[in-house]
């Protein structure tokens, strides 16, 4: 498929460490807001919001996905 498979693993590993980085970020936003001691809404309006937690949702799926396609690779 690729002309060197090694170089792509290293994409591959770089990419899956800076979803893993945005994920533990996903999860310390999380946690903070869960635990009622961040609110989000005091530093967006209700438009921008509803785009934030969207936002982090995508980089939550993408940090699963990447750990799955690194774990089968």
Do not use: Q
């Not at 961040?38 to 967006?44: G, K, M, N, R, V």
């Amino acid at each position: 498929m690729t002309k060197n498979p090694r170089r792509l693993s290293k994409v591959a590993a770089a990419l899956g460490g800076l979803l893993i980085m945005a994920g533990m970020i996903l999860i310390g936003i999380f946690a903070l807001t869960f635990f009622n001691i961040l609110d989000p809404s005091t530093f967006l309006n209700a438009g921008n919001l509803t785009l934030f937690m969207i936002g982090l949702i995508v980089i939550g799926v993408l940090d699963v996905v990447s750990g799955i396609i690194l774990t089968r690779g």
